[in-house]
């Protein structure tokens, strides 16, 4: 029994030593969590038990056991705060669903040693994985319509997103798709090209053999393509999925379609589930390395 308790104790047993009410002590069964002896009320007359419990904890000052769930909004605090709280028994869950990925140190986890005894698991630090806003203005676009003009801005206000292919991208995606994946200055030129040519109709599109698009206008235009403009199938982003995370590479298809001389675009990130998902399970590995803690893709038993 804690200082805090056998104050409690004290002061009930003075209140009630003339009454018809003692304070005993009851000695349960030798059960894992339960206290070796336990403070009861003793009703003279019936003879009835009342927990002292209740009674105590209005005293309380501080918690019995840690509880809670610290939440982080980066990598590195996640491993800092898991370090500064571990135990020999803290384990690392990963939650791989690429729309809402999280890390999780449960603290008091269960015991490991000769097949463990129980722990709470109410104490943990939580990173979910808050997106970038160079991501959520990426996905927000993802498999959306955009009308030229929408598009031509977007591009522009979003250049230094751009990356150029290396050698291994160029030479994957030609394989896969049969087009070319643009350099970033053949994006921007792209857009500039429809900006120029927002209000002209569209005369007719083509299918090169390299598999680019071509688009020619009706009015001819004194820009360096004259009246066509070329449209790679795919270009390469390089940005943080997550708030101060490590820039990924991450592929993006771009596709059009004419209506009525009128052109809609459609950016389409590349299996963005795939590239989302090897980053948390990247980030998982240097959470368990720097905290020497065992990993698991899963979720704890326990709830919080």
Known sequence: MDQLTETAVKAIADLTRDGNIRVDQFTPPDIHGIPATIPVLIDAKTGAAKSLKPL?????????TKRGVAQVTTLESFIDLTNRHKTDDSVIFADTDWQKPSLVTVIDYHQKANGGTA???????????????????????HNKPLDQTAFAEFIEDHIADLSAPDTQEEEDFQAKFSFKVAYPNELVALSRGLAVHTETR??????LQSGEGEIT???????????????????????PAFHM?????????????????SLSWTVLLYRPDVFITQEVLRNLEAAASETELPKFVGAPEMAA
């Not at 808050?130 to 203005?137: Q, T, V």
């Not at 569209?202 to 299918?207: E, I, Q, T």
């Open 56 to 64: 105590a904890e209005e005293w309380r000052e501080k918690p019995a």
């Open 119 to 141: 722990d709470n698991g109410r104490h943990r630090v939580l990173y979910e994985f808050p997106r970038s806003e160079e991501w959520e203005a990426w996905s927000g676009i």
């Open 202 to 207: 569209v005369k007719s599109n083509l299918v």
């Open 217 to 239: 206008w009706d009015e001819q235009h004194n820009d360096a393509q004259g009246n066509k403009l070329k449209v790679p199938g795919m270009f390469i982003l390089q940005i």
């Open 245 to 261: 995370g490590a820039p990924m590479r991450i592929p993006v298809r771009l596709r059009y379609r004419v209506r009525a001389g």
